[in-house]
């Protein structure tokens, strides 16, 4: 089946209520790729460019630098988010829509239907392949997610070099990979990393283990809902435990790794060059 006879398909499913979490990741995962190209072509290159690295450097204070990438994900995803509501726009005209989740701080996005009833909602996190730990999160606790409907959008992002038509040297983000992962595959595999390590999820927190107070729980920082360390070890080696969705999650990991290998051997080149 053609992509857009597949899209078509789901959405009218997702629309009457009838779309599994399955067929609403697939859903969304279709939307993606075009979303993508047109984010990259024309949005991100006439809308965040900058001059390049030297003429204009990116902040480097610990605080700025999580502002900046902040702020250039949130661009990157209500962008992305512009363009698939385009596409859904396109094919179910009033029936379905994409919007903003402006009263929530979780989910960031609904798939409405006709008369606005959220069929989908849709968390997404930009992954910044120059951030050493890949600092996005995802902290939502398993007691606020609707299994039936909710969904992560992960993109890796990076900075490419380019040229403007008069010379003009230049430089703008890329989504360079993409993933959808139902939210509750991805925050069951989140608490069973923290169980694991011996912290407790609770129905409104997160308990890890203190290293100040040797045997007792404190409540988590933020560290379990990393993405390169969301899948405990344990699980990891035992691929045949892991859904589907949680093996494609783990491809996308992959990619950021060696997208962000790939930065530190040109920039370790570009200082070598220099001298």
């Not at 902040?70 to 661009?75: D, I, Q, W």
């Not at 409907?149 to 403007?164: A, N």
């Not at 939210?183 to 409104?204: H, N, P, Y």
Request: hydrophobic share 40%; aromatic share 6%; glycine share 6%.
């Amino acid at each position: 089946m053609l992509t857009a006879e597949r899209i078509k398909l789901l959405g009218t499913s997702v629309g009457n209520g009838k779309a599994s979490i399955d067929e609403i990741t697939e859903f969304v995962s279709l939307l993606l790729p075009d979303a993508i190209v047109n984010v990259n072509h024309t949005f991100a290159p006439r809308q965040l460019s900058k001059q390049s690295r030297s003429a204009e450097p990116l902040p480097t204070a610990k605080r700025q630098l999580s502002s900046y990438r902040t702020r250039l994900g949130t661009m990157l995803e209500y962008a992305l988010s512009t363009q698939m509501d385009a596409a859904i726009k396109k094919v179910f005209a009033q029936d379905l829509r994409l919007t903003f989740a402006v009263a929530h701080e979780y989910p960031d996005f609904f798939v409405r239907d006709a008369v606005l009833g959220q069929r989908v909602r849709i968390e997404m996190k930009a992954v910044d392949a120059e951030s050493e730990e890949q600092a996005a999160r995802f902290e939502v606790l398993t007691s606020l997610i609707q299994g039936e409907k909710d969904v992560v959008v992960l993109i890796g992002w990076e900075w490419t070099s380019d040229k403007l038509p008069n010379g003009t040297a230049c430089e703008y983000p890329q989504v360079f990979s993409f993933v959808v992962v139902p939210a509750a595959d991805l925050a069951g595999e989140r608490d069973k990393s923290v169980v694991l390590r011996g912290g407790r999820v609770d129905a409104d927190a997160i308990l890890v283990r203190s290293k100040k107070k040797i045997g007792t729980l404190t409540k988590d920082q933020g560290n379990a809902g990393k993405m390169l360390r969301l899948i405990h070890k344990k699980r990891r080696a035992d691929g045949f435990a892991l859904s589907e969705h949680i093996q494609k999650y783990l491809q996308f990991c992959e990619s950021v790794v060696s997208q962000t290998a790939n930065q530190k051997k040109k920039a370790a080149e570009g200082k070598r060059g220099a001298k």
